[in-house]
């Protein structure tokens, strides 16, 4: 499955203004948390693209989400801006109402889900 996807570094600094989080797993047995994202690739395009932000060796996850926020703000994207770490430390997602964080012994992953 691994093969089905490219790493998108030029939207991990992008901020991921604007993202509509689709689903949050976090796996407790393989410390992992894996973001479904739809966000647009760059400032350019407006049409959003399916990625994936993968956290492994993760060591503490916080999510406070308000599901009805996120639901009203689908439309123009639920992500005002992230932080992600660059090495082993903790990146942060802010949302409307909300924020995800992660901390983990390695930077995450941005990935574009190809279909």
């Known amino acids: 499955m691994r093969a089905n996807y490219v790493i998108e570094q030029q939207l991990a600094l992008d901020h991921g203004h604007d993202s509509l989080v689709q689903d949050i797993a976090i ?22 693209v ?25 439309g123009a994207g639920a992500v005002k801006h992230w932080h992600l770490a660059e090495a082993a430390g903790a990146s942060y997602i802010h949302m409307a109402k909300g924020h995800v964080s992660v901390a983990a012994r390695q ?5 574009r889900v190809r279909n």
Do not use: G
């Open 107 to 111: 930077p995450p992953e941005l990935i």
């Open 50 to 74: 399916a990625l994936e932000l993968l956290f492994q060796q993760v060591e503490a996850v916080t999510v406070d989400a308000d599901m009805i926020e996120l639901r009203a703000e689908a």
């Open 27 to 48: 796996d407790t047995l393989a410390k992992t948390v894996a973001i479904r994202l739809l966000s647009c690739p760059d400032r350019r395009t407006h049409r959003r």
